[in-house]
């Protein structure tokens, strides 16, 4: 029984219980992947909505400048503003000139004096955003206020949901393809009897029988963690035109230029797909060795 000859061999003698091997790797390591671009997406999706103006002040046309900057420093005293920015009427014409940049019609009516002047606030965190809403409800001259707290908790919710229910799919995932792996190379092993005991009465070590098995698990593991690579990629790069435009306008969701042609991975910026494929190796190789250690510890004595 030689290593990679006779590794290679009993694989093609059970081409069915291999293939239910690498299927079930495969299955878990795609969920696995599908769950941490979600996770991923999510987090990217979250700390920019964080990084952007969450809480906005219109005021009054008889709000005047000195007013605005008593107001700028309360908030600014209170230690829950990350930033904080003053939009003027003019800014906000331009603001709204360059989003309806290819609307003419609407932009023939709307002036400078007929737009609001704003306070745009980010807060240090969201927890914060309905305390800094009080403290300027009350305010003279103060015609609106709006938060983005009920979108940004929204996110938070079901990114921990995703994260949540995505650990124990993947867990449940997981014990399942042991099982399916430790019965595959336990089969092997049925399968070898004869030769097991061959190797025994000529005093082969028992880490020279076992060894076979245990890279067998590996290889099973490798390769449903490269199946699961590169269906992710196909799916991502499939998918890339939707997510580009469903995401257009956030920077930290990058994309990978090839050749002039841009491919967008939705979450992933190059560097960080790499690294998801080392860890569906490391998770494939996890399961493969321990899945098929815990197979020839069961069913060959030393």
Known sequence: MTSSVSLWQRIRRTPYQTIAAVFMIF??????????????????????LESKPQLTIFFKDEKNKTSIEQLTGKLQSSGKVASISYVSKDQALAIYREQNKNDPLLLEMVTADILPSSLEISAI????????????KDEPGIDEVVFQKDVVDTLISWTSTVRKVGAVFILFLAVATFFILFTTIGMKIAFHKEEIEILKLVGATSWYIKKPFIYEGLVYGIAGA???????FCVLLYISPFMTSFLKGIPSLTFLQIEGIIINFWPFAPFLFVVLLMILMLAGLIIGLTGSFFAVSRYMKS
């Open 27 to 48: 299955i878990t390591l795609f969920v696995m992947a599908v769950f941490l671009l979600i996770a991923t997406g999510s987090s990217a999706i979250l700390s920019y």
């Open 125 to 136: 965190s969201p927890k914060y955003l309905i305390e800094l809403s009080e403290m300027v």
């Open 226 to 232: 490269i199946l699961a690579w590169v269906t992710i």
